[in-house]
């Protein structure tokens, strides 16, 4: 049900909020407590369940959410970012889809910073919000950015120049963040864009390899600070079903990666990108600042080689081809 408070409207834009979820307790709720809270005149909340077995108090919660209209609940039978997002966007009716995690914190006049940002503006294809990470408030220290520095718009080397944090002017840049991120509802139907459902583990790169896409449309990618979160970062759950010391993160953090760079980088920009990986995640380099140690990089250029090879068998597989995977659209 379309939420509509009695407040004076500031837009006619509906805006479909959609939080794909999994594994989340405590903190799901109080993440969908925010939403609501929300004064915005035209929104819907859709929420993509993946939890096989919710806590009893959860349960609880979210059947009186759906019993009262609040939000809409669609329970599904696996586990996959991309493909959640993909579930709620054949179901969603707002002209504005907006993208969340299942561990934020909004402030009020959120999602009116959102429909403002596109508002008489029909060049902006997506708006990138600010993230405030709760595992980096300590960096609260860091100088404020105006503008981001040419290379945060070279796919084959932006991936380490792009601050979403500290950033405080709006400006176009190359990606947004898969916990605030907001589409115009073309992107979908007009262009038939849909989140690739073989980005796997962590699914990082997923929302870059969607931002991408969409601006081969001639739609442009546009920050707006004002549109800010804080993301809890929460250890469990989320997509942190599995451990991110685990073979199997290791391995998909490198292919999710290498998948985004195939499909749509020219092979200068691949190049880039690998050796910038390579330095900043092999060999710990800055920003990563991880261990020098030998074994540890030798571990690390382990999974790095096998996350490459795993990318370019995707390619190669007819499995999955289109990126659908998991997700259908409803049935006629």
Not at 129 to 135: K, L, P, Q
Request: contains cysteine; hydrophobic residues 40%.
């Amino acid at each position: 049900m379309v939420m509509t408070p009695p407040s004076a409207a500031v837009s006619n834009l509906l805006i479909s909020v959609v939080i794909p979820t999994y594994g989340r307790e405590a903190v799901l709720v109080g993440t969908l407590k925010s939403v609501l809270e929300q004064t915005y005149p035209a929104y819907e909340v859709i929420v993509v369940d993946q939890t096989q077995q919710h806590e009893a108090a959860t349960e609880a919660f979210l059947a009186g959410l759906v019993a009262d209209g609040k939000i809409q609940m669609y329970k599904v039978p696996w586990a996959s970012l991309p493909a959640a997002r993909n579930h709620a966007i054949e179901r969603a009716k707002g002209s504005i889809l907006l993208f969340l995690d299942d561990d934020v914190e909004l402030p009020e006049g959120f999602l009116t910073a959102h429909a403002q940002a596109f508002e008489g503006r029909p060049e902006v294809g997506v708006v990138a919000g600010r993230v405030f990470d709760r595992m980096k408030l300590s960096e609260s220290s860091k100088p404020e950015i105006e503008m981001l520095p040419p290379e945060a718009m070279d796919p084959g080397i932006a991936w380490y120049h792009i601050d979403l944090v500290h950033t405080v002017k709006p400006q176009r840049v190359l990606t947004a963040r898969g916990c605030n991120m907001s589409f115009r509802r073309s992107i979908f139907e007009e262009h038939g864009l849909r989140f690739d459902e073989r980005f796997a583990g962590s699914a990082v790169r997923e929302e870059s390899d969607f931002c991408l896409r969409v601006r081969k449309t001639g739609l442009i990618i546009w920050y707006e600070p004002a549109a800010h979160l804080v993301h809890l970062g929460e250890e469990t759950g989320g997509c942190h079903d599995i451990s991110t010391r685990s073979l199997h993160y290791q391995t998909t953090f490198y292919r999710n990666h290498f998948l985004m760079a195939l499909k749509n980088l020219t092979p200068l920009q691949i190049l880039r990108l690998a050796v910038s990986l390579f330095d900043c995640h092999v060999l710990g380099n800055p920003p990563c600042n991880k261990s020098g140690s030998p074994i540890k990089i030798m571990t690390r250029l382990v999974f790095y080689s096998a996350g490459l090879i795993q990318a370019c068998l995707t390619l190669l597989s007819p499995t999955g081809r289109d990126g659908r995977i998991f997700s259908q659209p409803p049935s006629a």
